[in-house]
């Protein structure tokens, strides 16, 4: 899926190019550049470390929206009929819960995550797909009146399944390091351009290991990772002085569900992100050196 979205995006830019796509890997096995393993290499003293921060971490995000969290699961229930079905009835599903999450941490293995919300992350996928590809409101639903919000809930499940698994940062940047030294490394070179397409976890580890200040997007089912989402990092020039920018670059849920065709005329969304010990100039800018060194000595190895 990776290749392809590089294949059509470079079509879309320069249809006339014929520009090769790079990949390190046949398809099939994943490239460790975009993989999510905690490294093999990792101490265990190191590894206890990381272990106990993710875990405080992860619990910490997780107590912050456990007041709406109960809210998301219920609107869920009732999405599914989950009353009606199999597993309730014979008793081996009795709900979802919010204080059965358990997070493990293991060096040369992906974070891992058991409970409810593990479940519920991978049913608000699919249910975030339906409606975007289904226009009728009502047929998205299984029938169930709902409106914006109550489809907001359930990309909040979402968005707080990568935020707890990804969201502590030195596990973060013992992850990301691989990305984080290939991104600095563009940055600190001659080109105008580069593209890197990897997947919404990549995005949600280097959230993490940026340390990037809470956000949420507009427009979008989804606050932290939507669908389509790009982060853009621009290089800007005043005289001797260079500055930075990162933004997020995605498409609406009503431009997503609507296939709407973006263009100058019709841009898509852009949010401006901000860095925790960053300051910024009068309009929104970053010193680009700063900016570099945050990419740079997180993906440092």
Same mark, same amino acid.
């Given at each position: 899926?990776?290749?392809?979205?590089?294949?059509?995006?470079?079509?879309?830019?320069?249809?006339?190019?014929?520009?090769?796509?790079?990949?390190?890997?046949?398809?099939?096995?994943?490239?460790?550049?975009?993989?999510?393993?905690?490294?093999?290499?990792? =101490?265990?003293?190191?590894?206890?470390?990381?272990?106990?921060?993710? %875990?405080? &971490?992860? &619990?910490?995000?997780?107590?912050?929206?456990?007041?709406?969290?109960?809210?998301?699961?219920?609107?869920?229930?009732? $999405?599914?009929? #989950?009353?009606?079905?199999?597993?309730?009835?014979?008793?081996?599903?009795?709900?979802?819960?919010?204080?059965?999450?358990?997070?493990?941490?293991?060096?040369?293995? +992906?974070? +891992?995550?058991?409970?409810?919300?593990?479940?519920?992350?991978? !049913? =608000?996928?699919?249910?975030?797909? &339906?409606?975007?590809?289904?226009?009728?409101?009502?047929? %998205?639903?299984?029938?169930?009146?709902?409106?914006?919000?109550?489809?907001?809930?359930?990309?909040?499940?979402?968005?707080?399944?990568?935020?707890? !698994?990804?969201?502590?940062?030195?596990?973060?940047?013992?992850?990301?390091?691989? $990305?984080?030294?290939?991104?600095?490394?563009?940055?600190?070179?001659?080109?105008?351009?580069?593209?890197?397409?990897?997947?919404?976890?990549?995005?949600?580890?280097?959230?993490?290991?940026?340390?990037?200040?809470?956000?949420?997007?507009?427009?979008?089912?989804?606050?932290? #990772?939507?669908?389509?989402?790009?982060?853009?990092?621009?290089?800007?020039? =005043?005289?001797?002085?260079?500055?930075?920018?990162?933004?997020?670059?995605?498409?609406?849920?009503?431009?997503?569900?609507?296939?709407?065709? $973006? =263009?100058?005329?019709?841009?898509?969304? #852009?949010?401006?992100?901000?860095?925790?010990?960053?300051?910024?100039?009068?309009?929104?800018?970053?010193?680009?050196?700063?900016?570099?060194?945050?990419?740079? %000595?997180?993906?440092?190895?």
């Amino acid at each position: 899926r990776t290749v392809a979205t590089a294949h059509y995006f470079s079509t879309g830019l320069l249809p006339d190019g014929s520009v090769p796509i790079a990949y390190r890997k046949p398809l099939g096995p994943v490239d460790p550049l975009f993989g999510t393993r905690i490294p093999k290499t990792i =101490s265990p003293s190191a590894m206890a470390g990381i272990r106990r921060e993710a %875990a405080e &971490q992860g &619990q910490k995000i997780l107590s912050a929206h456990k007041s709406h969290l109960a809210s998301d699961y219920r609107e869920m229930e009732e $999405l599914l009929d #989950v009353k009606e079905s199999k597993a309730w009835k014979e008793g081996t599903f009795t709900g979802f819960r919010d204080d059965d999450t358990a997070l493990t941490y293991e060096a040369g293995e +992906k974070p +891992k995550m058991k409970g409810s919300l593990k479940l519920a992350h991978s !049913l =608000s996928d699919f249910l975030l797909l &339906q409606y975007y590809e289904t226009e009728d409101d009502r047929k %998205a639903a299984f029938g169930h009146p709902m409106d914006r919000r109550d489809w907001e809930k359930i990309g909040d499940i979402k968005d707080l399944y990568g935020e707890i !698994l990804y969201g502590s940062p030195t596990l973060a940047k013992v992850i990301g390091a691989p $990305l984080l030294h290939l991104i600095s490394s563009e940055m600190e070179n001659s080109r105008k351009l580069t593209y890197i397409c990897g997947h919404d976890s990549n995005i949600s580890i280097l959230m993490g290991a940026l340390t990037v200040r809470p956000y949420e997007l507009p427009e979008s089912l989804e606050k932290k #990772v939507p669908f389509g989402m790009k982060m853009v990092i621009e290089k800007w020039k =005043s005289g001797s002085r260079e500055y930075g920018t990162v933004t997020l670059v995605y498409p609406s849920t009503d431009e997503i569900r609507y296939l709407s065709l $973006l =263009s100058l005329s019709h841009p898509p969304m #852009v949010y401006s992100l901000h860095f925790e010990g960053i300051p910024e100039n009068e309009d929104g800018m970053m010193e680009w050196g700063r900016l570099v060194e945050r990419f740079k %000595a997180n993906g440092s190895r």
